[in-house]
């Protein structure tokens, strides 16, 4: 099973312990992974799904700051 594939289904899991557990889960965050952002989508509409902004500044803010810089961040 490949690394995108673990993780996601990791999450699956996760979520199942959780609601197995009477465990509400209301808003989840995540890198942007494309398949879990589907599946949450698709599947886990009752769940808020966020983006770690940590992951969204490393990969889209760092552009945004060469560029503003005029050099490699």
Known sequence: MSSPAME??????GLKVLSD???KVSS??????A?????MREKYKNIKHW??????VKGEGSDI????LGEKF
């Open 8 to 13: 996601q289904e990791g999450l699956v899991r």
């Open 65 to 68: 700051i060469c560029s503003f």
């Open 35 to 39: 398949g879990i952002t589907k599946m």
């Open 21 to 23: 557990a009477g465990v």
């Open 51 to 56: 983006y770690d902004t940590w992951h969204v």
């Open 28 to 33: 989840l965050v995540t890198d942007q992974h």
